[in-house]
């Protein structure tokens, strides 16, 4: 049986910035279907990678394929629609209300949302529908996150980006998010590709782990096998920070059981 043709293709993709490189010619191929986490220190350069797929970097070498297409030949209207991008630090439009911003991608190819649309979108990402008329401010943070999930998904995408998705959030909120996000990519047959700087929730959420450390992919590995000490030292320094307090949790438990 052959395998799918990939969705996501980098070739020796590279992006520098006068005489630094953010992005040194990574090459890898995402088959439709998976999730990736995409994980490295700050600077390691995977947000630029990310953003390199639907143009908001383009590349200064190599080329980035979305469904065998050169992403920078494509519109990027055309493009955009086909991939949903979450971003780091949720970006809602502040003076649109919340049904604004969940249309505001079909509206930009001439398509207007029907308010039944925007409510199946709102009850797809656990939200009321009746939050539609609100605005940003109106909202809590974990609230403007599921609409910035909800907006990423109106076109009906192939592709869900997810740039730091969840960093501005409480830790309970960014499980709960984390976990619906990972139900909608199966439920909806989605292919992501998530950018975080967490190791435990890249390997509780994602079915392969890229590491990225100075602009260079380090590590091409499932969770599995970055916890069995594959991946090389980069990518172990990364998975020992959640073992250790792990380790130290239960280390604390321990001495309480002790104690009692």
């Known amino acids: 049986m052959t395998s799918p043709q990939p969705l996501l293709v980098f ?21 439709p279907g998976s ?11 995977k947000s630029t990678l990310l953003k390199m797929v639907n143009t908001l970097v383009e590349p200064t070498g190599g080329r980035v394929l979305f469904a065998g297409e050169d992403v920078t030949s494509l519109s990027p209207s055309r493009l955009r629609r086909r991939v949903g991008y979450v971003f780091q630090g949720i970006g809602l439009f502040p003076h649109f209300s919340v049904a604004e911003n969940i249309a505001i991608g079909p509206r930009l190819t001439g398509e207007k949302l029907a308010p039944a649309r925007i409510a199946e979108l709102l009850q797809l990402v656990e939200l009321d529908p009746a ?41 309970v909120t960014r499980d709960a998010l984390g976990r619906k996000v990972r139900e909608l990519h199966e439920r909806l047959g989605l292919t992501t590709v998530m950018v975080t700087h967490d190791m435990a929730e890249a390997l509780l959420l994602a079915d392969r782990v890229l590491v990225m450390d100075k602009g260079a992919l380090v590590a091409d590995a499932t969770p599995r096998a970055l916890l069995a000490g594959e991946g090389g030292a980069v990518a172990q320094r990364l998975v020992a920070v959640p073992r250790e307090q792990a380790e130290r949790l239960a280390a604390m438990e321990g001495l309480g059981e002790k104690r009692g």
């Open 11 to 31: 070739e020796h993709a590279a992006r520098a910035y006068g005489e630094t490189v953010a992005v040194a010619e990574v090459s890898c191929a995402i088959a």
């Open 131 to 171: 939050l539609a008329e609100r605005m940003p401010d109106e909202l809590s943070g974990g609230q403007r996150q599921r609409v910035g999930v909800a907006r990423a998904l109106a076109g009906e995408p192939e592709l869900l980006l997810m740039d730091e998705p969840f960093g501005a959030l409480d830790p």
């Open 35 to 45: 999730f990736v986490a995409l994980v490295g220190a700050s600077g390691s350069g």
